[in-house]
């Protein structure tokens, strides 16, 4: 077989895409004709609500695959070599994605509606002596200069590293040069994992989720979010993986890549679950209204389907589906199971994100489904046109050997 | 199935000194085999002493009650489980290092994992001691289990977060040593075969349990350190965020907040890495390992300590952050004035625990500071000391001043009894220490002859043809070496 | 117990021992064994050996410990003597994972452990007979059964020729016993079967 050094976008792989999309933009129009035009502040707020649950999942997943590839820099890991160009391309949607998710949010914060963020709402906040204690970190020019400072970071940062990475399909380099090459990437991903951990690990989701409860708070939040996301990211590579693997390309990725693939989207799960139970139990257990109402809406309201089910897909699915070496393996369990964790941690934001507009009823999900399928497009366009752009297999990378002889 | 052994050059070889695997054996067993050196003699004085002390403290404790330590009506939980959490916190390093790592394939895990190992389990016997001996009628102790019994039978109350310690700290130490002896059994056997002394033949030929190295049981010991590993990475979590679960789900300012479980396993494994450095510094110069644990292994975990360093800083600013955003009077009250107020009673202590834990390992940026002993080991004993100030701020600053100004503590400071017992803890982790590198191979013997022909400086020597070869000729060479 | 009659010829370098070792199987000598200071990945799936299921055994413990933990913990919480904790329902099953967590590993762990142990025949004061005892040091020792059929010189020949250091028949033999490391005692005469 000839190896294909580039992807080649196939014709069926764009039509999706574009299918994906336009049902997107339908939804977004159909969406914002039933509810976004409405004269109902609340109905209003549905629309606005799903463009940001589904913006900002997806920028955070995106944004996790550079977090990926920063990690296995630091851990000079070297098995991750051999497709490290895939969560490369993934990562490169966070431009688009982000500028997407940032107008949006500075849409819900300065179009003048306040269902989404209460503290939005200056005439309010002058009443409310929580949201006007919290006003100091809960304000328009905050919120505006962090939320944009962040996309910024984001992108610059994690194209530094992909040209990095690009910069090595020029040709062998010795050791010495190589030694100075990981030093350099050293460098890069460890600015990338200081703006990581101020902004996904603690700022941004306060400010972007956690703020649509404005009264409540939990630490665990940040830690929370970043877990659902990472697992999500982890199973968009698979996926990809799997996907190249069947159209011929990567070559050297072979079960034993995918196997580690299969461990991360297995553990992270079960790191989500952990935190998971970790906030739920203690707010569970100290029982004080001022946390407790958080749940109230998700365990004992009209969330409780999907408060639950969430749970059950994204921890006992990948528990038990995932625990066996053979499952790991096999590229139809890691597709099907990555399918179901993108889904999950999917809903999981949906109940994040919804109880606080929409206390009393759950908006209807197909609407939300539709705009997810149209970002699900755009992701697929945007790595699709990064990955026909490059080589595949960063050949000369000084840890491709390892990922070619990596075997579990 | 490869046989190919090779590691990029661009990695720095893991054992020096040209090494095959006999000289291997050599090396590793030499520590056991000749006499104690004078310096372990020393040290091994000193560390029973300090047993003996705690022993006495430990007596009048029982004897005359926890009245012998200062603790007060709101301070009911001072120095004994500060020092339960902080010697819990340096066991988990040990378990990260053998499971996860294990997990992760880091390679450098093999010098230095059996020490910190036996360190977990040291510091796990040490910990346990206070929460026993500050139930004041120790005698009672089998209260704590669920038997059935002649009151009732009433049981144990399973909603109890201190009875899940129970069970956490029971498992999590058997588990350990579990996890440590089969790993020492194909080493043990080694030592067993190599021995001339008749002693050496009947305790060797005892702790080994009969091993040979036979194929299928090596298979199955593989398969039983990985499942064990799978086993002891979520239980180390658990262990130390059910420790965490002891202060959360409580409704005491400063105690109750939902980070706490993961922050407290980072900060854990933090302080750990700091102990395990603090060892093996002066293991690897006294016994002469420096081929095996190598400036490599210290400057790595150097890295994993200024990683969870700055862990744990975020989550003491997300804590702070949050004190101030809950707009609870209570919570902030505990923070800003408690702790932040260099001025309030404690102020001091959340301030050497912001120096020591999230300051002072940001020199560890600079890859000279990393690669430097000196520093390592002063650093190792100031993150040491942080740790435990992490655990005495957050324990002694949330209680001594309740919700009501009358019953605000005075000052506590320790009595001698108190102190003596955190001494005797001492004595009893290196006493246990000096013994195992007496009578135990420190360094993992049949793993470093697993990684040595890629790892070796020797070997990798040899690998230069192979990081020559272009890349195309290498795939073709080796990667139908490959299923799928 | 059962002395039997081997071929045992000792290896240095794991590279040579795995051709080796195909190439006895290829030619219908019986492998009793091969004895490694460490474990060489893929030199079971070589010898033919089957996967040990021993993380099957370790799943149905864990299983096992979970089961013990939640039945028991009902039992005693809303049947046995059902108290008002803080106001939690009796079935308070957040409380409870922690305990159940524990449970299952503890469960798991100790009773692979013991498999282990049992498969392998190990405990203290367990003896077994050794082929060579560097093969804990840094010999790779294969040891090959003679039947009635087997050639002597001619498995010894054909056993240096794949690159054996070191080629000894010896009588062995291949059960444990209870025993003590630091005496010789002889629970068989050599030559006798």
Redesign the interface.
Do not use: C
């Given at each position: 077989m000839s190896i294909r050094e580039k992807f080649e976008i196939t014709k069926k792989y764009s039509l999706l895409s574009y299918v994906l999309m336009t049902i997107g933009v339908l939804s977004v129009l159909l969406l914002y004709i039933n509810y976004g035009s409405s004269e109902d502040e609340h109905d209003r707020s549905r629309f606005w609500a799903s463009l940001l649950q589904n913006s900002v999942f997806f920028l955070l997943v995106v944004n996790a695959a550079m977090f990926f590839i920063c990690t296995t820099i630091l851990a000079w890991g070297g098995w991750a070599t051999s497709f490290r160009r895939i969560p490369e391309a993934i990562s490169s949607a966070v431009p688009v994605i982000g500028i997407i998710c940032g107008a949006i949010l500075l849409a819900i914060v300065f179009g003048g509606d306040h269902a989404i963020y209460h503290w939005t709402d200056t005439e309010h906040v002058k009443h409310d002596p929580i949201l006007l204690h919290k006003s100091g970190f809960l304000n328009k020019t905050f919120f505006t200069v962090w939320t944009v400072l962040t996309i910024f970071l984001w992108w610059v940062l994690g194209k530094k590293i992909r040209s990095l990475s690009h910069s090595t399909d020029i040709g062998p380099m010795g050791v010495e040069v190589g030694k100075k090459f990981i030093w350099k990437n050293t460098i890069w991903a460890a600015l990338f994992m200081i703006v990581f951990s101020l902004t996904v690990m603690s700022t941004i989701p306060w400010l972007w989720l956690m703020s649509i409860d404005a009264h409540w708070y939990s630490t665990m939040y940040s830690w929370y979010t970043f877990a659902s996301t990472f697992v999500s990211g982890m199973a968009l590579i698979a996926l990809y993986v799997v996907y190249l693997k069947n159209k011929g390309y990567l070559e050297y990725t072979n079960q034993e890549h995918l196997h580690d693939l299969g461990k991360f989207m297995f553990g992270f799960s079960v790191f989500w679950t952990y935190l998971w139970f970790s906030q739920y139990m203690l707010i569970w257990y100290s029982n004080q209204p001022e946390e407790t109402i958080y749940f109230q809406p998700r365990v004992n309201g009209v969330y409780k389907i999907v408060f639950f089910f969430s749970l059950i897909i994204n921890f006992l699915g990948p528990l038990l589906l995932l625990m066996k070496r053979d499952a790991k393996r096999n590229y139809m369990t890691i597709t099907l199971l990555a399918v179901l964790i993108i889904f999950g941690h999917w809903l999981d934001f949906f109940q994040m994100v919804h109880p606080g507009p929409s206390r009393d009823h759950v908006p209807m999900i197909l609407y939300d489904l539709g705009i997810a399928a149209g970002f699900v497009g755009l992701i697929m366009f945007l790595t699709g046109r990064t990955l026909s752009k490059h080589a595949l297999v960063p050949k000369y990378h000084p840890f491709f050997k390892e990922s070619v002889i990596h075997h579990t | 199935?490869?046989?190919?052994r090779?590691?990029?050059?661009?990695?720095p070889p893991l054992v020096k000194g040209n090494k095959?695997?006999?000289q291997v054996?050599e090396d590793i067993c030499r520590p056991v085999e000749s006499k104690p050196s004078r310096a372990w003699w020393i040290g091994f004085s000193i560390s029973l002493a300090f047993l003996l002390f705690g022993v006495v403290s430990v007596t009048m404790e029982v004897i005359y009650g926890v009245g012998q330590w200062n603790l007060n009506k709101t301070i009911g939980w001072g120095w004994d489980i500060t020092n339960f959490v902080w010697w819990i916190g340096i066991g988990h390093a040990g378990t990260l290092i053998s499971a996860i790592l294990l997990?992760?394939?880091?390679g450098w895990r093999t010098g230095v994992n059996r020490a910190a190992e036996a360190m977990t389990i040291f510091a796990v016997m040490c910990a346990g001691q206070f929460p026993i001996f500050h139930m004041g009628r120790v005698w009672d102790i089998f209260f704590s289990l669920?038997y059935p019994n002649t009151r009732?039978?009433?049981?144990v109350?399973?909603?109890?977060?201190l009875?899940?310690d129970v069970?956490?700290i029971s498992?999590y130490f058997?588990?350990s040593l579990?996890?440590w002896y089969?790993g020492l059994?194909?080493d043990l056997?080694?030592l067993?075969?190599?021995?001339k002394k008749?002693?050496r033949?009947?305790f060797?030929?005892?702790?080994a349990?009969?091993?040979?190295?036979?194929?299928?049981?090596?298979?199955?010991?593989?398969?039983?350190s990985?499942?064990?590993a799978g086993?002891s990475?979520?239980?180390v979590?658990?262990v130390h965020?059910?420790v965490s679960?002891d202060f959360?789900?409580?409704?005491i300012p400063g105690w109750?907040?939902?980070?706490?479980?993961?922050y407290f396993v980072a900060g854990a494994i933090f302080s750990g890495f700091a102990m395990v450095q603090t060892l093996l510094v002066i293991t690897r110069k006294v016994l002469g390992l420096e081929q095996y644990i190598t400036i490599e292994h210290i400057e790595v975990m150097n890295?994993v300590i200024i990683l969870t360093g700055?862990?744990v800083g975020?989550?003491y600013?997300?804590?702070l952050?949050?004190s101030w955003?809950?707009?609870?009077q209570y919570e902030s009250f505990a923070f800003m004035e408690n702790r932040l107020n260099l001025n309030s009673p404690y102020g001091w202590s959340y301030w050497i625990m912001m120096g020591c834990n999230v300051l002072s390992p940001q020199i560890f940026?600079s890859s000279k500071m990393r690669r430097n002993i000196t520093i390592t080991f002063f650093m190792s004993i100031l993150v040491n000391i942080g740790m435990w100030f992490e655990r005495f701020v957050i324990i002694v600053t949330s209680v001594y001043r309740d919700y009501l100004p009358s019953s605000w503590s005075t000052y506590y400071t320790p009595s001698i009894w108190e102190i003596g017992f955190y001494l005797g803890t001492f004595g009893l982790f290196f006493t246990c220490y000096f013994l195992f590198t007496k009578y135990f191979p420190v360094v993992a013997?049949?793993?470093i002859?697993?990684i040595l022909k890629r790892s070796g400086d020797g070997y990798k020597n040899k690998m230069n043809e192979?990081?020559k070869q272009?890349?195309?000729d290498?795939?073709k060479e080796?990667?139908h070496?490959?299923?799928? | 117990m059962a002395v039997k009659k081997f071929i045992v010829g000792s290896f240095d370098d794991e590279a040579v021992l795995f051709p080796a070792v195909k190439q006895v199987r290829k030619s219908g000598y019986k492998i009793h064994d091969v004895f490694t200071p460490f474990p060489i990945h893929g030199l079971d799936k070589v010898m033919g050996l089957r996967d040990t299921s021993i993380h099957t055994a370790g799943f149905i413990y864990g299983i096992t410990g979970t089961a013990t933990a939640l039945g028991f913990i009902t039992w005693v919480a809303t049947k046995d003597w059902p108290l008002n904790i803080g106001g939690k329902p009796f079935f308070s099953l957040p409380a409870w994972i922690p305990i159940i967590f524990e449970l299952t590993v503890l469960f798991s762990a100790v009773g692979m452990v013991l498999t282990f142990c049992y498969l392998c025949q190990m405990a203290p004061f367990v003896k077994k007979d050794h082929f060579n005892l560097r093969s804990t040091d840094d010999l790779f020792v294969m040891a090959l059964e003679c039947t009635e059929k087997t050639n002597e010189k001619e498995a010894v020949a054909f056993l240096q020729n794949v690159g054996a250091t070191d080629v000894v028949v010896d009588y062995k033999e291949t059960e444990w016993w209870l025993g003590r490391y630091d005496k010789e005692i002889k629970i068989f005469e050599k030559g006798k079967q």
């Open positions: - | 199935m490869s046989l190919l090779y590691e990029s050059q661009v990695r095959e695997y006999h054996t997990l992760f394939r880091q669920p009732g039978p009433l049981w109350n399973f909603n109890s977060p009875l899940w069970f956490a498992t058997t588990v579990l996890f089969s059994l194909p056997a080694s067993r075969d190599r021995a008749k002693w033949k009947l060797y030929g005892i702790t349990f009969g091993w040979t190295g036979s194929t299928k049981h090596w298979q199955r010991h593989e398969s039983l990985l499942v064990l086993l990475t979520p239980l979590l658990s965020t059910i679960f959360a789900t409580s409704v109750h907040t939902t980070i706490f479980p993961p890295k700055s862990i975020i989550a600013l997300t804590e952050f949050m955003y809950g707009a609870n940026w013997l049949a793993e002859k697993h192979i990081e272009g890349s195309d290498f795939v080796h990667s070496d490959h299923g799928a | -």
